[in-house]
């Protein structure tokens, strides 16, 4: 299926997005952060998390809704110990505080071959995956989890929604291997709760065990679905439950109570978790066939799509397909319905609107 | 379900497994921790990996077949990460190398917040769940994985098995919190091959999704499958290909070779990773309502599992109930089933069979 695009040139966005960022109040080092995370979920075909969806959850729930505070100052929490930190973030713009957890864990990794950044009173980051693709990039093994927003997952053998979609990001540094980083990033659920209303929409049947009825039951009617099953059974339940434990242990509250702002002494932030791994620590050096280690993985990424499974798909693969077609194309990339949402962004901001005319195009 | 069970002293069944361990060559710590694991298996109800099963592997692919190296000694591979440790462990006994491993990862953790143990050139631990248990027990948040011993899973989208059934296991601090560790613990396949071969002999339909026949189509009769499926598809995938990934920047080699001895240049060894977080060096400090730390990880998941979710189970909680149950009977649990396979031990060793009668009964 190929679309017709406008090419965006990267600076150009970045420009506006940066600008709208700051109209909402948010500091010059905030706005940039946001921009170049709008830029790299364009880049990836990351649709759901690019500068249009981002402003648009930023003025739901962030800046607009008092769940995100611009111009916040991360707090460090005094450690004892030396490859691990703890912040507290204040709830300050997701995205800068995740690019800026990445990298202190990627310091701590230099030198501890691991490092772990723990962050409290978070405001959503919107892409975990983004941040550990670009640690990946970078060489090094990235890890994030963080609590939802809202508690929309009924955990297994339940009735009520107590769980986050509660995501997992990893990275690996497999780009001399493989060309591109591999990324595994999903939520916990089977479906987003968009999705359940995107079905509703366009009169779909839901997956079988994506969601429940008001009466805990399952169903594949969305108008009937009220709320999200996890993956996998117990199993998805455990990886979901994993992220409140962790928040837990962090300094997060209640789950049900996440993101429903009340004076009634609980804490209603998600939390974040980050960890980087150097590859080198973790290394024997001992690959078979005098191998190196980046040869190694690729000998066996290739054996495992080997043997009659040449048709899979490595997780990050799509992401990275799109990025070629992003860097061949010379520009982000974006259709015709999503120019009209920089017009509405460039006219919150008082910016001139983008001259689509003047954009160059690419079929594919 | 009421069981009659046989309650052997834990000392009597931890002599006569040492005996048998050394008997196969092992040196007295390695049969030592040889049977301080299977005690923990019997106590947690694990069934799949006791004493029984345990010597049943060893005899088939490990002492007895060349896998594992009896007396083998741990290498330390040198390393300028002080946070990170590598070791070749030369084919030593995996449960003795794992608790040395987590041993390690906790002392590292004790210091920097946080440490990590790769083994390379590892043998089979069994259950991986025992040791992030163990470590939860002791007040550390700890996860390992592995790649498993064979090829028996097919990627997402393939049709030819490439992938182990490589499991996760996660093990919480969570004693003061819910009265026992919460260990998210499986195998990233669907269903065991052992299970597929139990449906068999019985005559049961596999669960959807779970295996394939020789053409890669996904099949519920247990006589036509051949290989199994990862569990959530692309999700359990990217699961089961992370340990593949870990392994290979270990030292590991091609999956499909693993196990397969041959002099083809190529490693044949599964890979261990293991990793110990001190649950202070995550803590903000800061919860809600004065709460501990172990108190706000208690309301969350009285939260969790509140709300109409009562009946929910916790990772974890199966083998907690067991544990009590062995608590409360004063010895390990067996069945008179297993007190037969313990007489074929004690013959293999020249020891005296355990006298049945001796033992004392419990219903439960």
Not at 17 to 44: I, L, P, S, T
Not at 197 to 221: I, K, M
Not at 234 to 254: C, Q, R
Not at 262 to 281: L, S, Y
Request: negative net charge; glycine residues 10%; proline residues 5%.
């Amino acid at each position: 299926m190929s679309t017709s695009w406008f090419v965006v040139p990267e600076d150009q966005h970045n420009e506006l997005v940066r600008k709208a960022y700051q109209h909402r109040g948010y500091h010059e080092d905030e706005a940039a952060e946001a921009a170049r995370f709008c830029a790299e979920a364009a880049r990836h075909g990351i649709r759901t998390h690019n500068a249009l969806k981002a402003l648009h959850l930023d003025h739901l729930f962030g800046s607009g809704a008092g769940g995100c505070v611009p111009g916040a100052e991360i707090e460090e929490v005094p450690s004892r110990f030396k490859g691990a930190r703890v912040w507290n973030a204040n709830r300050k713009l997701g995205q800068s505080v995740a690019y800026r957890a990445m990298d202190a864990a990627i310091e701590l990794a230099d030198e501890y071959g691991v490092g772990i950044v723990s962050v409290d009173n978070a405001f959503h980051y919107l892409w975990g995956g983004g941040y550990v693709l670009d640690a990946a990039r970078r060489g090094y093994i990235a890890y994030t989890n963080c609590t939802a927003a809202l508690a929309e997952v009924v955990p297994f053998g339940g009735r009520t929604p107590t769980l986050g979609t509660n995501p997992h990001s990893w990275g690996f540094p497999t780009v001399e291997a493989v060309g591109f980083p591999i990324v595994v990033d999903w939520a916990t659920s089977v479906v987003a709760m968009g999705r359940v209303q995107q079905f509703r929409r366009e009169g779909l049947e839901l997956p079988p065990n994506a969601a429940v009825d008001a009466e805990g039951n399952p169903t594949t009617d969305p108008n009937k679905a009220v709320a999200l099953l996890p993956f996998g059974a117990h199993k998805g339940y455990g990886l979901s439950l994993i992220n409140e434990i962790v928040a837990a242990f962090i300094g997060g509250s209640l789950p049900t109570l996440r993101s429903r702002w009340a004076e009634d002494g609980e804490k209603h932030t998600p939390c974040f978790f980050f960890q980087v791994i150097h590859p080198e620590a973790m290394s024997s050096g001992a690959f078979a066939k005098g191998r190196s280690q980046a040869e190694n993985v690729r000998a066996v990424i290739e054996d495992i799509l080997g043997h009659g499974n040449e048709k899979c798909m490595l997780p990050g693969q799509i992401e990275a397909e799109f990025a070629k077609k992003t860097e061949a194309a010379g520009g982000l990339l974006f259709t015709e319905a999503e120019l009209k949402g920089f017009d509405e962004i460039a006219d919150e901001c008082g910016e001139p609107r983008w001259d689509h005319g003047a954009f160059a195009r690419y079929e594919g």
